[in-house]
């Protein structure tokens, strides 16, 4: 086991000349010359000597103490003269092992992110202090002294299985809330990012605060929940006049939108958002303070992304939770907001719900009824064009307010030509639902002559009767003298009356049909039309509207015309 002394004085001369012990240390470290001990690490042998590592280390010390240890020679031919020490389970691994060998030999580690970890957890197993307060150094000086590495480590970071772990963690995350809690702090204005101008480089609060949450948001996702969890508890929040300022929206979209790149990242940026603004909002009204952008852009990209995240069911469900919060706070207050709902993209669910708050838990008077009715149908008519809403739906929202809060069915009449126009499959019924909504009288007169002239706004008996009964009271104060202008309106009322019968003709066949089919399930006698409009509890529609006859010889033509015909024998008339 005795070293050939004269060849290590001989050697350490040579180093001293060469450079000093150190370097001669070093040498013999790189090549094994003089090995007394051979570790074994994940199968890797590593033969080093054993005064530099009982100088460094505690686990060691407490090896060679061992009574044991004199008997530990092998008598494996390739370790004759030293002994084998086998740590199979070394926390670090050979790489972790490697470095925190070569510090005992006086060589300067090779730090970076990836191996530090592993260079640390392998000398706090072995004893190493003077490793451990080497890596401490670097940590500190390259890690935990700003928030960008921070990220960049987490992100990087491969778990060693030892308390290593949670020191270098703990401490990433630390960093980054003391960060993102200081930007919110130090940001007094909100607004997208401007592009940069030659020489000019700074960036603003409010760039740095983006920058820090979408980072942070984008870790790996027990990180990012860690990280922004701790935010929401600390008590930070965006200053009351970012909240209040005009391009709060602007700035959440392009947050949410354009710099986060994943939707996982975009649902923890808004969840963590919503939370802040729900902890630190006033418990009893006003809820919204004296803005609501923030709280509606915020509702507007939760409900966006409750459709994207269908896959991951526990994400779905914290961001309903947030919605039905952020839905009721909204909701309750719509006629406080301080800007126009309906510029808003939130889904026809969602608008319904506000609307529920609204009416229920709200104080809603005679104006502010007009001013809501409003801004939803201005949402109907952008839910239409879109065919992003059902008829069923459309109705509810519609009927949601007395028949007094619009003086204009325009809106509303487009809504459903539009709406009719994306679904070309629509039922009858459906059809029907959504025309009764019109009210006739509340149309402008260019809106009006466009419905007179739609097949299935016509198509219902008491829109037909209207026209028949405005027909007929315009022919009533016609001059007997002006035939002309009494054969055109004669022409409307046949046109409309011809109309009336073609749509009962089509549904008395199909009812008839019904009633053959009921008939023959069972085995009884068929109950005709007339029995069933004379006896049903729901008459068959009959028109209301009482025609008298006059008879005029026209002066041109010299033929009589009936002004206003029954609708019995309309049918017979031939105008040709």
């Known amino acids: 086991m005795a070293m050939n002394r004269e060849g290590v004085v001989k050697r350490e001369s040579e180093a001293k000349r060469e450079g000093g012990f150190s370097t001669w240390l070093q040498q013999v470290r790189r090549s094994g010359e003089y090995s007394d001990v051979t570790v074994r690490v994940e199968g890797e042998d590593f033969h080093v000597h054993l005064l530099p590592l ?103 970071y491969h778990p060693v299985g030892s308390p290593v772990d949670e020191y270098i963690e703990t401490r990433c995350l630390k960093v980054l809330v003391a960060a993102l809690a200081r930007a919110f702090g130090e940001t007094k204005h909100l607004s997208a990012p401007m592009p940069l101008r030659a020489g000019n480089l700074q960036t603003s609060p409010c760039q740095v605060l983006s920058e820090i949450l979408v980072r942070t948001a984008s870790l790996p996702d027990a ?26 929206r602007s700035w959440l979209d392009s947050v949410i939108d354009d710099q986060c790149t994943t939707d996982r990242a975009r649902c923890s940026v808004v969840l963590c958002l919503a939370r802040m603004l729900l902890r630190g909002a006033p418990v009893c009204r006003p809820w919204l303070e004296l803005s609501s952008q923030y709280w509606c852009s915020l509702l507007e990209h939760v409900d966006h992304l409750v459709s994207l995240v269908g896959d991951d069911e526990d994400m779905q469900e914290k961001l309903l939770d947030v919605k039905r919060v952020i ?132 198509s219902q008996p008491h829109i037909l009767e209207i026209v028949l009964q405005k027909h007929s009271e315009e022919l009533a104060k016609m001059p007997d003298t002006d035939a002309q202008n009494m054969r055109h309106i004669m022409q409307k009322v046949i046109n409309a009356s011809l109309k009336l019968l073609e749509e009962n003709s089509r549904r008395s066949q199909e009812i008839m049909e019904l009633q053959q089919q009921y008939s023959a399930l069972m085995g009884g006698k068929i109950c005709h039309l007339q029995d069933s409009c004379d006896n049903s509890p729901s008459p068959c529609w009959r028109p209301s509207l009482t025609i008298t006859h006059r008879t005029t010889q026209s002066e041109t033509e010299g033929s009589e015309y009936s002004e206003t015909p029954s609708l019995a024998t309309v049918s017979s008339i031939d105008y040709s």
């Not at 030293?82 to 730090?111: H, M, T």
């Not at 500190?140 to 960008?148: D, E, G, S, T």
């Not at 929401?232 to 300022?245: I, T």
Request: proline content about 6%.
């Open 54 to 156: 009982l100088n460094a280390s505690a686990y060691f010390r407490n090896v060679t103490s061992h009574p044991h240890w004199s008997s530990g020679w092998s008598s494996d031919a390739s370790h004759q003269g030293s002994r084998v020490i086998s740590l199979p389970n070394l926390p670090g691994g050979a790489e972790g092992f490697a470095g925190a060998v070569d510090y005992c030999y006086l060589i300067k580690p090779n730090y970076t992110i990836q191996n530090v970890a592993r260079i640390r957890a392998a000398a706090e197993y072995l004893g190493m202090n003077d490793v451990l307060e080497s890596t401490k150094k670097f940590l500190y000086q390259n890690i935990f002294a700003h928030w960008r590495p921070s990220v960049g480590c987490l992100l990087q």
């Open 223 to 248: 990180y990012a929940a860690e990280a922004l969890d701790a935010l929401v508890e600390a008590d930070v929040n965006l200053n009351l006049k970012c909240r209040q300022g005009r391009t709060v």
């Open 327 to 458: 839905e009721r706070r909204v909701g309750v207050s719509l006629d406080e907001l301080d800007d126009y709902l309906h510029s808003y993209k939130l889904g026809p669910d969602t608008l319904m719900a506000m609307v529920g708050y609204w009416l229920d838990e709200g104080h809603p008077d005679p104006a502010s009824f007009e001013e809501i009715a409003g801004e939803v149908d201005g949402f109907l008519w952008t839910y239409a064009e879109a065919g992003a809403i059902d008829p069923e739906t459309f109705v509810a929202l519609f009927k949601a307010f007395p028949n007094s809060s619009r003086q204009s069915h325009d809106t509303i009449f487009g809504a459903v030509e539009k709406l009719l126009a994306t679904r070309p499959d629509a039922s009858p019924e459906e059809k029907q639902s959504l025309w009764r909504l019109i009210d006739p009288a509340k149309l402008s007169p260019a809106v009006n002559e466009r419905a007179l002239n739609n097949p299935g706004f016509l």
